[in-house]
């Protein structure tokens, strides 16, 4: 049970800690490092020294974004793989509503 549990949603759960990875490099790493840097940089400056603080740089950015290129190419076989399963699984009816010869509704039935 739980090896078919881990089979089918291993996407969705690569989907959310890459979610979770880009939040925590990109908005919540860079906040409290400013917020370090800047208590800091206040002692240095109350000494009357020089504050040399550097920036954030995002650690999934090192490397040319090959993290970023290699999660793309999981996500986006995923959804192109998700949606042939979805049409594999429902089966839609394409449905002429306003009587000019052209499928305009889409009806899903559960196989």
Same mark, same amino acid.
């Given at each position: 049970m739980v090896n078919e549990t881990i089979n089918k949603y291993w996407k969705d759960w690569a989907g959310l800690v890459y979610l979770l990875i880009c939040l925590v490099d990109f908005? #919540? +790493?860079p906040t409290v490092w400013n917020l370090l840097m800047f208590d800091t940089c206040a002692e240095v400056v109350a000494r +009357? @020294? $020089?504050? @040399?603080a550097s920036r954030w740089e995002?650690?999934?950015l090192q490397m040319g974004g090959m993290f970023h290129l290699s999660f793309a190419g999981i996500l986006g076989v995923h959804g192109w793989k998700k949606?042939? *399963?979805? *049409?594999?699984e429902y089966k #839609? $009816? $394409?449905i002429d509503t306003d009587g000019d010869g052209v499928p305009d509704t889409e009806i899903r039935e559960k196989v």
């Open positions: 908005f #919540i +790493g +009357g @020294d $020089k504050c @040399d995002p650690l999934t949606k042939e *399963e979805m *049409e594999v #839609i $009816k $394409k």
